[in-house]
């Protein structure tokens, strides 16, 4: 009895030791947004058919950037797979194992780079490397209330007043008066900006400059410069500064989710303004919005000598020092098939990859799509270097000054450029 | 009978006094409660309050939620074993530098006190390449340790007072009968302080409890604490701020619970009743 | 025996009191405990840190060679005009919170001394903001104040208060950031002073009544004095942590509007976690480590001395 009892302990043992000797765990270190959320669904069928244990471990981008910089190193790693955002692949590159060296899978072949959506496939690259797969679809998407473009006395009224139909602002213009329409009649605020975080708020900047026809930083002759130019910076800031005087109050500390709650819960709302498509599921769920089916979307507007979106997508990456880069690969092989972009697709995210965002059968429930396809015609992205966090400071901190007034918006766009010079030439650029 | 009914009015004013207090250090509490059995879409659009609005829903997934629910059961267990560490530790210390003379006692208990003005994010990056050394990095042991860190300095410093005040005169009676020091500290010292130790656990309970960044660069998905786990949920891109109220209602529990069971050794003569005889 | 009685046998309080019995046993089984831990987890990564400060350390491997740069970032703090505002913050935001706690705290200490029915539960419940996330507390007040919905901001609006976005305007933030420190943290200061009171014995309360002393002078000639050491470290502790808030402001202002609510733990996590460089930071922590120590050699230890504090408990 007492025998028999140690054997079949024994054998246990045994097969728990051999499973555990079989079985592989991954460590994966992600952004907290819903696409991820979605992902972790689907894992157990990636776990049965791989036996490989996969622990998501899910922050916010700030937290991200910190852990992968506390944790990853040449030598050592928490994680077998990281999530980098695109500004941030600079300063990982060194530490990331280029893409051609990603072991082969045994059970998902490898990701054909073709198969990610052209404009987004370059942001998982650093000097000419590719590092790792662009994972998400993340750029400027505009939303209008459809309710109250299709409103028949608004449409009236608006065409008696300015001569042309109400609608879809497809030019600043056309965005700056039909916001004002609604905001003055006191229908809705005209305007939604972002004016949180550097990141977001370096967006905007680059969005209304790119518009008006200036880039901000470009890499020439082997180096960094500040190539802007002050007139049309500044035409920009100004434009930027009329939008927000039809823009709801609170408007200077408007963040991802004081937008959110303008847009979709305030009963007034807002009538137009820009979204990462991230947070696209939050808006078209009636649990948060009571706007869910009423958003029509398009490409942004086009600015008076050019047309921006911009992008902000995230990039898969293995690091050099991962023990397990078989799984690790394994992992982001299945994760960028069509199957699961498919099925990440019908859960209102988007998957950076063509055909699922293409794909027919989709388009006609999920009216973001299209947009996005235009919006990726005109992508534009901020620049990327490794002293980005300072500048996007810089920027942040004179933008505001100058679209809210606190300083007249000449010296902001000559103190972005002074600033940043300063932290351009430190940097040894 | 005229001081009876001063007393009584005296009373009555206390009561009314401490009840607006409340209310207003409340408010802010009242209002996540709330909005912890509202949707999100009813908290954002401003609406009244009104009974038809009341769902369980952010509940259910908070409670559904695994990695919230062992993040929370970590930050008990880490919080107890840390208020444990750092109460019997500082205790010990505190003891160790009122009632002895030796040199350099000050500066001693100085550098406990100005060690912990140091900010976490200057340490947590050495600690972090520590832990891993050391091979604690994510585990339970390793994020309580840390918490005690901080937690030791405060608990000497927050009962020397306490100790201080006892009179010399129980430990020269306790000398003669030939009590050891250990002795004396658990015999006189202890129960005398027990209202300093009282405050002195719910504080580095409440500092264990509360601390986010230390958790998070320290912790992964095994010994991930609370703080960490909601501030998912605050989002900084969507909002999801009903599971967040319903979410730090529930960590609000166990510490009114930890709370009002040791302020049972709170009330006058508990402490000094202790050392009869 | 119990204080009462303690207070029947030696009127004077102290016999002996300078011979004692401090050189009876070691202290060092006392204190190797603390010092361990101590030394560990915050002695050992300060001494690391002072190290990093003389390098310029990117936060990531990726982010390039670690450079000895000897004073290098020193200097460059001094220079750094971010670095002073922040550091004029902070010590503003002490100096403006912590005394209103400390009045707070010590006002409803005296007021609720004394047991009623539901005292227990209403200390409890005082206590809750302290228990009340750091980082839902900053969401929470930033919330409130939000012009439009916030319901504190409506309640300010129906007292006549002007519309303006609160948290958009650099003095009214760097005022909300104190009040909502003086919500959260003043019961912290009432709990530390009520424990204080509860410690003074009745009688000597009772015997002053007694005697007819005023309410005024019980409280400044009995109470306070024998309150005294407690009330310093309340405000030690309190000044301790002011200097290390950091999450509710995070996610309450996230420093801004501009450099405003920027203070001295705001601006060294922005150099660590932001821009990345853990020498500049490292240098900030020491640089506070010099003003702590100065602090502490002067005002701490003229205040707060461990002989200073034993006369005070030898006198009751």
Same mark, same amino acid.
């Given at each position: ?95 990331? #194992? ?22 987004? #496939? ?308 | ?15 009314? =006094? ?13 209002? &996540?409660?709330?909005?912890? !059995? ?52 500082? /205790?010990?210390?505190?003891? @160790? ?17 100005? =060690? ?46 306490? =100790? ?8 020269? /009676? ?28 719910? !504080?580095? !309970? ?5 601390? =986010? ?21 605050? @989002? ?5 701020? @009903? ?5 730090? &209602? ?22 000094? @009743?202790?050392?009869?005889? | ?122 200390? %409890? ?18 919330? *409130? ?96 942590? %002011? ?15 501009? *450099? ?29 480590? %010099? ?26």
């Amino acid at each position: 009895m007492k025998l028999k009892r140690s054997v079949l302990l024994g054998a246990l043992l045994a097969a728990a030791a051999f499973a555990s000797a079989q079985q592989k765990v991954i460590n994966v270190l992600l952004w907290d947004d819903p696409y991820p959320k979605a992902l972790m669904a689907m894992l157990p069928e990636f776990e049965k058919a791989t036996n490989i244990k996969v622990n998501i471990e899910m922050l916010q981008p700030p937290q991200v950037l910190t852990k992968t910089a506390v944790a990853v190193t040449p030598t050592s790693t928490d994680y077998d797979v990281v999530g980098i955002d695109e500004g941030n692949v600079p300063v990982f590159a060194s530490l990331l #194992l280029p893409f051609d060296q990603w072991p082969r899978g045994r059970v998902y072949p490898k990701t054909d780079p073709k198969s990610v959506t052209p404009k987004m #496939l370059n942001i998982g690259t650093w000097n000419s490397v590719q590092l790792g797969i662009p994972i998400n679809g993340n750029l400027y998407v505009w939303m209008t209330r459809k309710d109250l473009i299709e409103n028949p006395t608004y449409k009236a009224q608006f065409k008696a007043k300015y001569g042309y139909d109400l609608g879809i602002p497809k030019t600043f213009k056309e965005l700056l008066e039909m916001g004002t329409f609604f905001n003055e009649n006191g229908i809705a605020a005209g305007f939604g900006p972002f004016n949180g975080g550097p990141a977001g708020v370096l967006s905007e900047a680059v969005f209304m400059w790119e518009s008006h026809g200036t880039k901000f930083i470009d890499y020439t002759g082997g180096t960094f410069k500040v190539v802007l130019d002050e007139a049309k910076a500044i035409e920009g800031m100004e434009f930027y500064k009329k939008l927000m005087a039809i823009s709801p109050k609170g408007a200077e500390t408007m963040a991802h989710v004081e937008r959110q709650a303008a847009f979709a819960a305030d009963p007034k709302g807002v009538f137009s303004m820009f979204i990462w498509p991230a947070q696209i599921a939050a808006y078209e769920d009636p649990n948060k919005s009571l706007v869910a089916g009423k958003i029509a979307y398009s490409a942004p507007p086009a600015g008076p000598r050019g047309q921006a979106a911009i992008t902000g997508a995230w990039a898969i990456c293995i690091p050099k020092a991962s023990k397990n880069p078989d799984a690790a690969a394994e992992f982001i092989y299945w994760w960028s098939s069509k199957a699961v972009a498919d099925k990440l697709v019908q859960a209102n995210t988007i998957p950076a990859r063509t055909e699922s965002l293409t794909n027919p059968a989709f388009v006609s429930s999920k009216p973001w799509l299209p947009a996005l396809a235009a919006s990726m015609n005109v992508a534009a992205s901020r620049p990327r270097f490794k002293e980005i966090g300072q500048v996007q400071d810089v920027v942040k901190k004179y933008w505001i000054m100058g679209i809210t007034g606190a300083m007249p918006t000449k010296d902001a766009v000559q103190a972005i450029v002074r600033e940043t010079n300063d932290i351009l030439k430190k940097a040894g650029y | 009978m005229r001081l009876a009914t001063r007393k009584k009015i005296i009373t009555a004013a206390v009561a009314v =006094f401490a009840l607006a207090v409340l209310a207003v250090e409340l408010y802010p509490i009242a209002i &996540t409660l709330l909005n912890g !059995f509202r949707r999100d879409i009813v908290i954002l659009s401003g609406q009244k309050l009104s009974l038809k609005q009341f769902t369980g829903a952010s509940y259910a997934l908070v409670f559904e939620n695994r990695q919230l629910m062992q993040a929370m059961r970590n930050s008990v267990v880490v919080g107890l074993l840390s208020t444990a560490l750092s109460v019997g530790v500082g /205790a010990m210390a505190a003891y @160790g530098l009122t009632r002895f003379k030796f040199r350099g006692k000050n500066a001693l208990a100085y550098s406990f006190l100005v =060690f912990r003005m140091l900010p976490q994010m200057s340490l947590v990056v050495s600690l972090y390449l520590m832990f891993r050394t050391v091979g604690i990095r994510d585990t339970i042991f390793g994020i309580t340790l840390a918490h005690s860190s901080f937690n030791v300095p405060y608990v000497i410093w927050m009962l020397i007072p306490f =100790f201080t005040v006892v009179d010399k005169s129980y430990e020269e /009676a306790a000398m003669v009968d030939g009590c050891s020091r250990w002795g004396m500290f658990r015999l006189i010292f202890l129960p005398l302080a027990a209202p300093g130790l009282v405050v002195a656990a719910v !504080f580095a !309970f409440i500092n264990s409890w509360n601390e =986010f960044l230390y958790a998070l660069i320290l912790t992964g998905v095994n010994a991930r604490t609370a703080p960490v786990a909601i501030s998912s949920l605050i @989002g900084g891109d969507t909002l999801t701020w @009903g599971q967040m109220c319903a979410a730090s &209602t529930v960590m609000l529990i166990p510490v009114f619970v930890f709370t009002i069971g040791m302020q049972k050794f709170l009330i006058r003569g508990v402490a000094a @009743g202790g050392v009869k005889g | 025996m119990t204080f009462s009685r303690r207070r029947a046998t030696s009127p004077s309080g102290n016999v002996a009191s300078k011979s004692g019995t401090g050189g009876y046993g070691s202290p060092v089984p006392f204190l190797i405990p603390a010092f361990l831990i101590v030394f560990a987890v915050l002695i050992f990564p300060i001494v690391f840190s002072f190290v990093v400060s003389l390098f310029d350390w990117p936060l990531s491997a990726g982010g390039g060679a670690r450079r000895f740069v000897g004073a290098g970032n020193y200097v460059e703090l001094v220079k750094d005009k971010e670095f002073w505002n922040s550091l004029r913050l902070q010590l503003g935001f002490i100096f403006i919170a912590i005394p209103i706690e400390i009045a707070l705290g010590l006002g409803a200490a005296l007021l609720l001394n004394r047991e009623f029915r539901g005292g227990r539960v209403v200390r %409890a419940l005082i206590l809750l903001p302290v228990f009340f996330l750091p980082i839902v507390s900053g969401m929470t007040w930033r919330f *409130m104040l939000q012009p439009r919905y916030g319901a504190l901001n409506n309640f300010l609006l129906s007292l006549g208060a002007p519309e303006i976005t609160w948290l958009g305007d650099p003095t009214f933030a760097y005022a909300a950031v104190i009040v909502q420190d003086v919500w959260r943290m003043w019961p912290f200061v009432f709990m530390l002073l009520y424990a204080g009171l509860v410690g003074i014995p009745a009688d000597i309360l009772e015997a002053a009544e007694i005697d007819g002393a005023t309410s005024t002078k019980r409280l400044t000639k009995i109470i306070l004095p024998l309150l005294y050491p407690t009330i310093l470290t309340a405000l030690l502790l309190r000044i301790i942590d %002011a200097l290390r808030v950091f999450s509710e402001v995070y996610v309450m202002t996230e420093g801004g509007p501009g *450099m405003a609510t920027t203070l001295f733990s705001l601006y060294t996590h922005r150099q660590a976690f932001g821009y990345m460089k853990v020498g500049m930071s490292s240098a900030m922590a020491i640089f506070l480590l %010099a003003i702590s120590i100065l602090f502490a050699v002067t005002l701490v230890r003229k205040n707060m001395s461990l002989e200073k504090l034993e006369e005070q408990g030898e006198n009751r």
